[in-house]
């Protein structure tokens, strides 16, 4: 009996561990399931991270490359637009690109980058692509750069003295004040040359002064717009107040004949109005100054019978005008010529 149950209890004891190596076993195998689903996500993420870095290196690369293409060598030289009236900045290098402003002849741009045949400039605010076969670089554009350059001495002390000529003991002509700005013509051994107007010229020290010069400079499409604006204005402006054509223009006059004693208005004629009112007055003055003319001669023919009618005596007859008879007189008067006549 004991022999049985000690057989039971190893059977059961057998078996319970048969179980519990079972759940063992499962359990694992899921373990080693998740660690290995773990690593495949590992790798499929490494696989990605490695992707990307990959991606952005090979962009960066292109990038590096493209960066290669530009040249830099002219970086900071001043240059000068050549051309017969403007040259157009654009966005980008390239016809297609919108234009953002407008540089002039003989304008000065600094370069930023040279990207094959454009030049990337600064010019005023202005800031784009240009081609770069319109500018003057080097020599050519130093020499530009004397001919168009703007020199100005700006004043530093409270009061400079202007004199006749580059010495402290020379005559003083003028004076400037300071932060004054004078155009400035030359700059030698410590003296600046400045232009005073009607062809007076002056020197300054140039220790008391600062000594700049400006060059003409591009403009962008809102800066020549707001010119152009200003420009018509002006010259609307100008004609509105200062200059007037013949055929508008009005005045006012004094006049004699205003019963008030004030200034009369009158608008003066145009040329074709004054002409066509001339020729037809010239015309009546010719024809009155006939019409006088005959009248005055008629008037010195007809004058001596007047008188003689005049001067003789009176008709109480009723009979015909044209003479008296008289019975006992050998002479009669004539009415019509004015004479004592014989029989």
């Not at 990605?48 to 830099?72: G, S, Y």
């Not at 700005?181 to 010229?201: C, K, N, P, Q």
């Not at 003055?285 to 005055?296: H, L």
Request: net charge negative; glycine share 6%; proline share 3%.
């Amino acid at each position: 009996m004991r022999r049985r149950m000690t057989k039971l209890m190893a059977c059961l004891l057998a078996t319970g561990i048969l179980t519990v190596s079972g759940t063992a076993y499962t359990v694992g195998a899921a373990e080693q399931n998740a660690t290995e689903q773990e690593s495949e996500t590992e790798k499929q993420t490494e696989a990605q991270t490695e992707t990307e870095a990959a991606k952005k290196k090979k962009k960066k690369k292109a990038e590096t490359e493209t960066e290669t293409n530009v040249d830099l060598s002219m970086k900071g030289q001043m240059i000068f637009a050549q051309c017969e009236d403007h040259i157009n900045i654009r966005k980008g290098p390239g016809v297609d690109s919108d234009v953002v402003g407008k540089i002039y002849n003989d304008c000065m741009a600094t370069v930023l980058s040279k990207d094959g045949e454009w030049f990337e400039i600064q010019s005023g605010n202005a800031v784009g692509f240009a081609k770069a076969e319109y500018f003057a670089t080097g020599e050519e554009a130093e020499a530009i750069a004397e001919r168009v350059g703007y020199h100005v001495a700006t004043i530093y002390a409270d009061e400079l003295n202007i004199r006749a000529l580059p010495s402290d003991d020379a005559e003083v002509i003028g004076v400037a004040y300071k932060e004054e700005e004078l155009e400035a013509v030359a700059y030698e051994d410590d003296w600046i040359t400045v232009y005073l107007g009607d062809d007076v010229y002056g020197y300054i020290n140039a220790y008391y002064a600062g000594y700049d010069t400006y060059y003409p400079e591009a403009e962008t499409l809102e800066e020549e717009q707001a010119r152009l604006d200003a420009e018509a204005a002006a010259e609307e402006e100008y004609y509105e107040d200062e200059y007037l054509p013949e055929e508008t223009y009005t005045s006012y006059t004094p006049s004699s004949s205003s019963s008030s004693g004030q200034s009369s208005w009158t608008q003066p004629q145009t040329q074709a109005q004054t002409q066509a009112q001339t020729q037809p007055q010239t015309q009546a003055q010719t024809q009155a100054q006939t019409q006088a003319q005959t009248q005055a001669q008629t008037q010195a023919q007809t004058q001596p019978q007047t008188q003689a009618q005049t001067s003789a005596p009176a008709d109480d007859s009723d009979d015909d005008d044209m003479y008296v008879d008289d019975e006992d007189a050998d002479t009669y008067y004539d009415a019509a010529t004015g004479q004592t006549l014989k029989f």
